[in-house]
């Protein structure tokens, strides 16, 4: 029988020679192969050209590589595609702004063009620019310059917004306003909101005040992020989120095409939400289009230090970074019980040490749930007696290293090793330590919070730095991963972490063909040339995508 499409390269990687935590790039590769067999969407064999010739026929459609490499689909396992392409797409980019003066310099002409009485917004505010304005983040120097404009920013980690006086004053926000969860309108010395919204019940009373993005357009940001994904060697993404207008806005591309990448959509489960919620999200699981579905429930157990909101054993240099975000903690545990009974898996955002092992802890009690493993996100300043945990419960803990690298630095000077302190900040996303004691290590980026750019956020895992800047002292080095751990960690240990890797995450037949296609093999680049490894093509279920 010919095959529908035959893919030949100078080699074909299938990354699934070692188990997870082996140091591999000197140990023996698997048989070599430079050529892949496709029918049904599904690869139906691997070899050498010679061996495939006999299923080339007539109509089987034939993509020639030469000199790349083919390794199993690239997959990001923390993402946030649709409200991360609205806010992307609606917002003034503020990530190279480190001073206020900066970040004003950059929303004058948003401004300027707006009406009086209309709304602005920011993305991806570094709070250390307020440390010349006293250190505690506040709207005040939005309204000195913008008085008559509502000024929203959302600061880096996307887990607060800084807002200007006439935001507060058309959100209708006094600063007395209670939430179930640990969000916060901060107030001043005078008891009046400062501009600082905490939290994403707080958040929402101000995005509630946003203008509405009409869903044509909502999918035109999507579609176009999803393309961008596909152009650096993505073929698919976990969503861990599926609000509003996430179903719509699917269903809308697909109305007239196929989407660029692969969706996993987990929702959210709110903080102290009741029963009829979690009925809900589970009911959601039968959702599913072409190339997106729903499986899995997300949970923010906590929220992060910089902010002052995610959960240490032991509180932070401010007095705080002490609390959960769930404050009926029985409540998270029924939550978690509920979903595990119905077979669906978990995954909880949990930044600090405490947060990961209340988790563990009911991850433990309610045991798995059956096709997919449950997951903890984050986890960035890992105890030692607590690493080991996961391999032993079988959880997924999953990793991006990009907080680490582009957030933090190694003298300790930046907010979030701050408030922490040294101790806690030399056990920051170990990625190393987790792989060594057998767990499988998923990585991802959390975009738009960290780069998406797979190739990005693998070289700074391999770096421990950000890649393009050699002048960067690495923090926690001792936590680096060699280049094969790297990219098993988007491939295999993403599939693993899916309960997919029976058809996603190597290259065998069986399998499903989603397959990334890089000018040069990786593993034989220094990081450097890896983060400029040209993507010549992705491949998702047989269709070929080419971009190079």
Partial sequence: MHADLILTAARVETLAEEGPGELSDDLTRAPYADSIAITGGRI????????????????????????????????????????????????????????????????????????????????????AVFDTLGGEPSGAFLGARFPDHAVSLMTKDAHALVISPRAVELAGLTGRETFSDASCVVTGPDGTPTGYILELQAMDLVFAHYPEVPLETAADYVRGRLEEFARTGLTGVHALDFGEPSEDVYRLIEATGDLPVRIRCSP???ADSAPDVWQRIAGQQRLRGRRWYVEGAKFMLDGTADNGTAWFEHPDSHGENREPLWRDLDAYRA???????????????????????????????????????????????????????????????????????????????????????????????????????????????????????????????????????????PVQPAQALAARDAYRGMTWAAAEAAGSAHELGSIAPGYLADLTVLAANPLDLDPEAQARNPVLATVVGGHVQRHA
């Fill in 44 to 127: 139906t064999k691997v070899g050498t050209a010679e061996e495939l010739a006999a299923l080339r026929g007539p109509g089987t459609e034939v993509h020639e590589f030469p000199g790349a490499t083919v390794l199993p689909g690239l997959v990001d396992t923390h993402t946030h595609p649709v409200w991360g392409s609205i806010e992307t797409g609606r917002s003034i980019d503020l990530s190279t702004a480190v001073t206020p003066d900066a970040v004003l310099g950059l929303l004058e002409e948003a401004v300027a063009r707006t009406p009086a009485g209309g709304w602005v917004a920011g993305i991806d505010l570094d709070v």
């Fill in 268 to 270: 959210l489960v709110p």
């Fill in 335 to 473: 939550a978690v019980r509920f979903f595990t009974e119905r077979g669906i898996p978990t995954v909880t955002h949990a930044i600090g040490d405490q947060a990961v092992r209340h988790t563990l802890d009911v991850l433990e009690e309610v045991g798995p749930a059956g096709r997919a493993p449950h997951r903890i996100e984050h986890l960035e300043a890992l105890p030692d007696d607590v690493v080991p945990r996961f391999a032993k419960l079988g959880v997924v803990p999953g990793l991006q290293p990009v907080h680490g690298t582009r957030h933090t630095r190694a003298d300790g000077t930046d907010s979030w090793s701050r408030r922490i302190g040294p101790d806690r900040a030399a056990r920051g996303w170990r990625t190393r330590d987790l792989l060594d004691a057998g767990a499988v290590v998923a990585l991802g980026s959390d975009w738009p919070i960290g780069p998406g750019d797979p190739r990005t956020g693998l070289a700074d895992c391999q770096l421990r730095r950000p890649v393009e800047e050699p002048q960067t002292e």
